[in-house]
């Protein structure tokens, strides 16, 4: 399987993104821990600071780091994410064949609700899910817990886990592929990695949109801007060469499609172009703020006009035909290889 998709042809997502024609119609837990990752590195008062900007909070926690807010809005924005993924797999959580797995690793986890809902489905296994905003509820199941950490830190868990996973990383690193040997290195021998992220900068079915269309300028220039703060965020079409260069073995890449818009045929298709549309709604003007008046030094001002007055009219528009590639890829860490073993933290 190729490593990109940016010149994949139309035909090949014949089967799982069809336009609709134009007149078709739209239609018991326990108290959790929270702790940070290491003492020397952060007061707790830093963890749970925020900072405000443009309306919105971020994580106070290495403040400027990751590009969206961690305020309520964004929270939902987060699960209503988390059930574009469960619709697209049928109600799974992964792909990766695990059997049993006794320690799991969530990183960037988020609101946490992955973990948890992990934690339920497996109570004999430990899941820990780790990020930079305590935005993780009190109330959890027994067998998961959270940490505030940075991945691009060293690891420092000092027992090895059977199932590392990780979704929705195309905006957090600037090294990804260090983040996979990270993950190879804290994997027991058979255990699994397993990465569900998508394809950027978006793509479109035919007709295409014309070059000047503000949907994909706006893309265009977020993408540039987070080459020029060394954050690409194209690297998710690497994920796989990078799993099996690590060493990695029987390493699998599913790919499945997220329609932007009611536009495509099918009753799951559809939901799934309702809820992406809702979720690029929501992300749109925090990820345009950022970057516009942060990277590119436009006015605030400015860019709130051009993000409200001249995008987001235009997303989900009739006959834009957007879509996002989600990759799942995994591999499993060889029943040979050495164990590399972090001190205890």
Known sequence: ???????????????ALIPESDDSSETDSAIGGLTYAS??????SDVYASVEEFGRTYHGYKAGKYVLPNDESERDR??????????SCDGALNFAPIDKPKRVLDIATGTGIWAMEFAEQHPDARVTGTDLSPIQPNYVPVNCEFEIADAEDAWNFGRPFDYIHGRALLTCFADPRS???????????????????????????DPQPPPTH?????????????????????NVQHYRKWMQEIGFEAVEEKRLYWPCGPWAKGEKMKKLGIYFLEDMKHAFEPVGMKMLVKVLGWQEERAKEYILNEVMPCLGQKKLYMYETVLFVYGRKPLHAPQVTAPEA
């Open 1 to 15: 399987m190729a490593d990109t998709d940016a010149e994949t042809s139309t035909t090949e997502y014949s089967n």
């Open 39 to 44: 003492s020397t590195t952060s007061a707790p």
């Open 179 to 205: 983040i996979i040997q990270k993950a190879y290195d804290a994997l027991a021998p058979g255990g699994y990695l397993e990465l569900q992220d998508g394809l950027f900068p978006f793509q479109f079915m």
């Open 214 to 234: 503000p949907v994909r300028v706006f893309l265009e220039q977020v993408a540039a801007c987070g080459k020029m703060i060394g954050r690409p965020w194209d």
């Open 78 to 87: 987060l699960d209503l994410q988390h059930m574009l993924f469960t619709i």
